[in-house]
């Protein structure tokens, strides 16, 4: 079936490197996405990555990409106090939808 | 540009009423997804229409129903109101039919239900 993991909390110190964790469980997933959301917000696209890429890089954000593994991580450079939000890692659905895990909460400490 | 926008912002309505959410898609988007996310949560799919037909459905009771206008605005209802439906209800809208592999979607901000 299609499933999506990830951890619930992560906490940081401004100024660090923030890591997300997401396993995923529908290898055909031709593209992975990672979507943050504010407090009594929607959501927002941060990043996606196409399933035969390893790594990519925009700005703050790297997306790593295992697919032996169904392992995805978004790293997140210099991590700052606007960057607590909820983060969601979410594979391509079999109707052309969204499967999203649970979210991880960031809290960045200054 | 305007982006996905959902009316109303907040609703409050009592248990076996009914509800109707609105959404409107980017300009040029033909496709939009309903998602409803309860607190603590991901996102749940709902449905999905593109060029006015359903094209994909989540596992939901058939009190939820929706539809797509020609403008490409899309209803989603919600009949007979349970507790378990407070939730946020979310919309979706992408630019390519729900067969292409690299299906990005942006939100608008959500309509908060609250049923009492």
């Known amino acids: 079936g299609e499933d999506v993991e990830q951890s619930l909390f992560l906490s940081v110190r401004e100024g660090d490197s923030s890591v997300i964790n997401c396993t995923y469980t529908?290898?055909?997933?031709?593209?992975l996405y990672w979507y943050k959301q504010e407090p009594g917000a929607g959501l927002q696209l941060l990043t996606y990555?196409?399933?035969?890429?390893d790594m990519k890089q925009d700005q703050r954000l790297t997306v790593l990409l295992n697919k032996k593994d169904k392992h995805l991580s978004l790293r997140i450079a210099d991590t700052q106090t606007g960057d607590s939000a909820i983060y969601f890692c979410?594979?391509?659905?079999?109707?052309?939808?969204?499967?999203f895990g649970k979210g991880t909460k960031l809290s960045v400490k200054p | 540009d305007a982006g996905v926008t959902q009316s109303p912002t907040h609703l409050i309505k009592t248990r076996g009423q009914q509800v109707t959410l609105r959404c409107s898609p980017i300009?040029?988007?033909?496709?939009v997804s309903w998602y409803q996310q309860v607190l603590g949560q991901g996102p749940q799919f709902i449905f999905q229409?593109?060029?006015?037909?359903?094209?994909g459905r989540g596992n939901f009771p058939d009190r939820f129903s929706a539809r797509q206008f020609p403008n490409y605005s899309s209803e989603l209802n919600v009949n007979a109101l349970l507790l378990g439906d407070s939730a946020l209800y979310l919309c979706?809208?992408?630019?390519?039919?729900?067969?292409?592999?690299?299906?990005?979607?942006?939100f608008g901000a959500g309509t908060r239900l609250s049923v009492l």
């Open positions: 979410a594979e391509g659905g079999s109707q052309g939808n969204l499967i």
């Open positions: 979706a809208s992408s630019f390519v039919p729900p067969s292409a592999g690299r299906n990005i979607q942006y």
């Open positions: 990555i196409f399933s035969n890429m």
């Open positions: 529908d290898s055909s997933s031709t593209y």
């Open positions: 300009s040029g988007h033909k496709s």
């Open positions: 229409y593109y060029e006015k037909e359903e094209r």
